[in-house]
């Protein structure tokens, strides 16, 4: 099974760079965030005649977000909805696999819980989410978490750990609590898997670097873990970079997981 996260700022508008990367690796399952797309207005007659008959999404105008498109039959689907009904989290069971799809609250700019609430609702978003696997799934399950959790976690997921210790998404607080949720189920990171610490791994290149490939100051805020029953399916993770240089791209790229 092929499985693809990817935040595509708005699937209505990115419709083409999605039929793309289809014909390029033809993924098996694609979970996007950030759909911006309200439930009645989802492309999903052009998704199935892309290949992917069925799907289950959760979105809201113009911002948030999420999907899953699928080759095969999605089984007990749900969302978690921690807070105001964000459209941040879709689940379903594809082939025995429970897919969890996630977009972490980005966290506004200042990393300080007291004057920025929006940096608050992160951090208590993924103790929420820990708090959840741990009371509602077991470490046997055979489970897929996925998504855009705008957390560069170590310190080759980013172009500069020591310069951006004190920037939203490598702040020691978030990379702790991630670290941690990561820890409390033993989900296995698959980016760090097969790449190893030492080596700089990226999915996101910021719409404000005009030379973006040049600088190449990016980060790994995407990611794909898996349960342990899963640890030896695992066989390769790609990160499209080229996906950054399409035309109007997102500033994500497209990270895929195969698991035999």
Known sequence: ????????????????????FIQMTSPDVI???????????????LIKQLGYEFLAFSGQKSYNGVAILSKYP??????????NEDKR????????????????????????????????????????????????????????LVGDL????HEHDVWSSKQLK??????????????????SFEFIDSGRHFTPMEEKLYSWWSYRGKEWDKSNRGRRLDHIWVSLPLKDNLKKIVSLREARGWERPSDHVPFTLDLK
Request: contains cysteine.
């Open 150 to 153: 705008n957390i560069a976690p």
């Open 74 to 83: 999605i089984e007990d689907v749900f969302s978690l909805e921690f807070y």
């Open 89 to 144: 989290h879709i689940a379903g069971k594809i082939n025995g696999i429970e897919i969890h799809n996630f977009y972490i609250p980005a966290g506004g700019d200042e990393p300080d819980i007291e004057i920025n609430p929006k940096f608050k609702h992160k951090l208590e978003y993924i103790k929420l989410v820990q708090e959840w696997f741990a009371t509602n799934r077991n470490k046997t399950d055979k489970i897929v």
């Open 166 to 183: 004190k920037v939203v998404s490598h702040t020691p607080i978030e990379r702790e609590l991630l670290i941690n949720l990561q820890n």
């Open 31 to 45: 979970c996007l965030q950030e759909t911006k797309a309200h439930d009645d207005v989802f492309p999903h007659e």
């Open 1 to 20: 099974m092929r499985i693809t996260t990817w935040n595509i700022n708005s699937v209505r508008l990115r419709m083409n760079l999605l039929e793309k």
